[in-house]
């Protein structure tokens, strides 16, 4: 039995899957059931239940996983403690993301944070928003990068940046030659929306809501990539955070209206990081450089997206 072998079968659990952790660890779907039946023969139990879709773990296996989780965090804090004797900073840090925050704010980030500290080894994973709860909580990653963030009991959040919302639409919608919107006159319009089940959703249907407007919902995505390409074919308007649209709008293919409203509508944006647990010397660094380059230095900070004259205040209150 070794350490990587526990990872395989720690990473089967976790993506209910054998060949997602195939794919993840290098190896071949037979080489990761192998991996399981050798364990499996060396205990005398059975750890996995494959009869079932998606896999799930046995109660021996949850046992067995629970505690080999523990030992591959544990392991991974030692190499890194051990190479930073030697180094200012040097070891692994993983983080996972939501798109639009790993698109957008964080390829800069991994960059410069690598420049500056060569020996660090930076692990980006894009992820849908649920992904990146789990990727944190399961300890497949040290850091998450989420909006709307909430502290659960497994998980602590903490703010890091705000985005203004802005209207994207299409350079020839009619709104396109607006100088600002007010959300009223978004009601009965199309509306390019986010899939019903995401928070940024449920925030945005609230504020629309309060505001007593019923725009027609044309189509939904559950990223905002999606969102700008139905936009620019004008197949509706869409409320989006500034800095996900300057691409487009740099390259005229969006056009980015200011909204006007009494109070600023804000996407934000935090860090997660499971409750309870220290960082390993590397991860925590890089918390500390995200820290301090929450709004000034990254690419699409709350400053730089804000309208001109004014400047974010704190995000509309979150809501169920």
């Given amino acids: 039995m070794n350490l990587k072998s526990l990872k395989v079968f720690c990473d089967i659990v976790v993506r209910r899957s054998f060949s997602r952790a195939a794919e993840d660890n290098g190896i071949s779907q037979s080489g990761a059931s192998q991996v ?7 205990l005398g139990v059975q750890l996995i239940e494959r009869s079932k879709r998606p896999l799930m773990p046995t109660r021996e296996g949850q046992v067995f996983f629970d505690g080999c989780r523990k030992l591959i965090a544990r392991y991974d804090a030692l190499e890194d403690e051990v190479r930073t004797l030697h180094e200012e900073v040097a070891g692994r ?42 990727s944190v909580e399961s300890g497949q990653a040290d850091l998450g990068l989420v909006s709307y963030p909430r502290s659960t009991k497994a998980l602590d959040a903490e703010p890091w940046r705000e985005e203004p919302f802005v ?3 299409a350079p020839g919608n009619p709104l396109a030659s607006w100088k600002s919107v007010r959300l009223e ?38 990223n905002i990539e999606t969102i700008k390409r139905a936009v620019e074919i004008d197949a509706g308007v869409a409320l989006l955070p500034g800095p996900t649209v300057g691409r487009e709008v ?48 990254l690419p699409g900070g709350a400053a730089a997206a ?5 400047r974010p205040r704190a995000p509309v209150p979150a809501g169920p």
């Fill in 250 to 297: 740099a390259a005229g293919t969006l056009h980015a209206i200011p909204l006007d409203t009494d109070q600023p509508l804000v996407r934000p944006l935090g860090i997660i990081r499971v409750r309870g647990k220290p960082l390993p010397p590397t991860a925590d660094r890089f918390l500390e450089f995200l820290r301090g380059h929450a709004a000034e230095d």
């Fill in 36 to 42: 399981v039946s050798q364990l499996e023969h060396r």
């Fill in 93 to 134: 840090v993983r983080v996972a993301a939501i798109y639009s925050v790993g698109l957008h704010h964080m390829s800069r980030a991994v960059q410069e944070f690598t420049t500056l500290h060569p020996r660090a080894n930076v692990r980006l994973e894009y992820l849908h928003p649920d992904r990146v709860l789990e």
């Fill in 185 to 222: 006159h978004l009601d009965h319009r199309p509306l390019v929306g986010f899939d019903p089940d995401l928070v940024i959703r449920h925030e945005l249907d609230r504020v629309l809501a309060a505001h007593g407007v019923e725009p027609e919902v044309v189509m939904e995505f559950d």
């Fill in 167 to 169: 209207l994207a639409c």
């Fill in 306 to 310: 804000a309208p001109r004259g004014r």
